[in-house]
């Protein structure tokens, strides 16, 4: 399962891009599983309130980092938040930030499956 | 890349420690911050090679930080790598605008980055090397401007540094420091030859004036036989004709205190006691013995300033002084064989009193700094002061000699020796203006050899052989005593690459 969610050869850029050292990765990764609920928790406030500015920046992000680890559906809903954040014109956002709470909740899941060392 | 420094800029704190990383694998150092105004006041500071910056950021975003970038100084402006979606163009297109040199996509590849910070770098750099060379090139403007309007010392052109390098820059600045060095020297030189010529000038007037004294005052004013009263006439004289110029020239009057009239008392009583001896001595002295005596003037200065700890006694000067000494000792040998002398030993001593007199008064001078006024008008009130008090002792001891109107000889030759006495002062008080007391002092080779000429086309007196060894002894002792004059030196070229 874990295979069709996470996008393999994005976990191989990022290591190549950071010289190649799998702690760093393990550190990078670490990273996400603290700051992605975080980047959820505004997403979710900003929806409620409609602040489409802080929903658009937080997306942004979210989309980058889920990007770099090969959440590929997860970042795909990100990005589309975030354009639609930046035309104004946001169909029932706190539906869609839960549309992202799930995905990376399954992104989140599937990741823990992978084993770093395996190559 | 050593040693190259890469600013990372991004609010998410997985995003800067991913570009962090990817930095740092590339070999470069790495600082971060988390937001545009920690990055606007970390690049105030040095330090920084180039910047990584992210656009979307909350309350100020990667264009306000480009924006504000504008305003600092150009070498606080690392070039700036803006990292951005691909999917944004339009914001990729502002942030060049607003002066990143190139963006970097949120997914990139190591090759990418490398390329790309590896170009940005190259071309920092480039501009770097053009900006120093445009400032060069000012600085070597504005040296070209200031030789052109004035003529300044070559190392105040302050290019010394650029001659010192290599390139065609610095040959340029070579070849402008070594011309201006050249035409600085020719100047310096030309400068210092005139002034030498007026130097000289100005000695052979005083001499001749000063060496005229002695032989009007043995022609006609000695057989008056009243020493007093010619000294008052033509320290009068003399202090009419100085401060009739002192006037024309408005020169600066010193203020004579309570406490300051003693001492222009005491230069008084050194300026006209001389006088006094001269016209007293001088029916009794040969002209050409009064002159080389009045030579010994240096020496005495050089003496009572070596006692009093204003000059030191190193062996050139104590040779120059043994020289001197030996002259006199030669010239008075004649003269200590009392039976046979034409002139008394004690004439000899006395008439040394003279120059003895006129080295308290050089010292006394070189003393006074503290008198603000111009030497000029400090002569005329001292011989205004000695013309006072030579009146008094005139008509007390001897009462004063009547003149003949119209003036006959002793009257015309009054006028003559005040001319020469105040022509003299008022030039040697002009030469110490101008080429200071050290070479002033020279005078003495002058009045000495003066004094004996006169003596010899007015007096029809004989030199022997006694007083020419003199003469050339105590003229040798004075070269040697002499102090040299400070020459300002000629300025070395800059070194050849």
């Given at each position: 399962m874990s295979t069709e969610i996470i996008n393999r050869d994005a976990i191989h850029r990022l290591l190549s891009v950071i010289g190649g050292d799998k702690e760093d990765l393990l550190e990078l990764l670490n990273e996400f599983e603290e700051s992605a609920p975080l980047l959820v928790g505004k997403m979710k406030a900003a929806a409620t309130e409609a602040n489409l500015d802080s929903l658009r920046i937080s997306a942004h992000s979210l989309k980058s980092n889920s990007r770099d680890f090969g959440a590929v559906t997860l970042a795909d809903l990100c990005e589309n938040l975030e354009h639609a954040c930046k035309s104004g014109e946001v169909s029932n956002p706190v539906e869609k930030v839960g549309e992202i709470v799930r995905a990376l909740d399954v992104a989140r899941e599937a990741l823990r499956g992978i084993s770093l060392h395996d190559g | 890349m050593g040693g190259d420094c890469i600013l990372v800029v991004d609010d998410d704190r997985l995003a800067r420690r991913k570009l962090t990383l990817a930095a740092k694998a590339l070999g470069y150092g790495t600082e971060d911050v988390d937001g545009a105004d920690a990055a606007l006041e970390r690049l105030?500071?040095?330090?920084?090679?180039?910047v990584l910056l992210d656009i979307e950021m909350p309350e100020k975003n990667g264009y306000d930080v480009l924006e504000a970038l504008q305003a600092y100084p150009a070498d606080r402006r690392p070039p700036v790598i803006v990292v951005s979606s691909l999917d944004d163009p339009e914001g990729i297109a502002r942030a060049i605008e607003l002066g990143a040199v190139d963006f970097l996509p949120k997914s990139f590849n190591a090759v990418i980055l490398r390329a790309r910070i590896y170009a940005c770098l190259r071309e920092a750099r480039r501009q770097e090397e053009d900006r120093r060379t445009l400032h060069q090139i000012e600085r070597l403007t504005i040296a070209a401007e200031a030789l052109d309007t004035d003529e300044m010392n070559?190392?105040?052109?302050?290019?010394d540094d650029l001659a010192e390098k290599e390139g065609a820059l610095a040959v340029l600045s070579r070849v402008l420091l070594n011309k201006s060095i050249m035409v600085y020297n020719r100047r310096l030189s030309q400068s210092h030859q005139i002034r030498t010529l007026r130097g000289i000038l100005g000695l052979l007037f005083i001499g001749a004036s000063f060496g005229l004294k002695p032989a009007i005052a043995k022609l006609?004013?000695?057989?008056?036989?009243?020493p007093l009263a010619v000294a008052f006439y033509t320290m009068g004289l003399s202090a009419v004709f100085i401060t009739i110029y002192a006037i024309s020239q408005r020169a600066k009057v010193p203020t004579i205190s309570l406490g300051s009239s003693g001492f222009f008392l005491v230069l008084a009583i050194l300026t006209f006691l001389p006088q006094v001896l001269l016209f007293w001595v001088a029916e009794e002295v040969p002209g050409v013995l009064i002159a080389i005596l009045v030579s010994l003037e240096s020496f005495m200065v050089f003496f009572l300033a070596a006692a009093i700890g204003l000059e030191k006694l190193y062996f050139r000067r104590f040779f120059g002084l043994l020289l001197g000494v030996v002259g006199v000792v030669v010239l008075l040998i004649p003269f200590f064989d009392v039976e046979n002398s034409a002139v008394g030993i004690h004439w000899i001593l006395i008439a040394m009193i003279i120059p003895a007199c006129f080295a308290g008064e050089s010292i006394l001078l070189s003393l006074s700094k503290a008198v603000d006024a111009d030497l000029v008008a400090v002569i005329a009130i001292i011989f205004g002061i000695s013309t006072v008090v030579l009146f008094g002792a005139a008509m007390y001891f001897e009462g004063l000699v009547p003149l003949d109107l119209p003036p006959g000889k002793f009257e015309l030759s009054l006028i003559a020796f005040s001319i020469a006495d105040s022509a003299a002062m008022i030039a040697l008080a002009k030469l110490i203006g101008y080429a200071g007391p050290v070479f002033s002092g020279q005078k003495a080779y002058t009045v000495a050899t003066g004094g004996v000429i006169w003596s010899v086309l007015l007096l029809n007196e004989v030199v022997s052989a006694t007083s020419l060894i003199a003469l050339f002894l105590i003229l040798t002792g004075l070269y040697f005593v002499a102090k040299k004059a400070v020459v300002q030196e000629l300025i070395r070229r800059p070194r050849q690459i």
């Open positions: - | 105030l500071q040095p330090g920084i090679d180039i070559p190392h105040d052109l302050d290019i006609s004013l000695a057989e008056v036989n009243s």
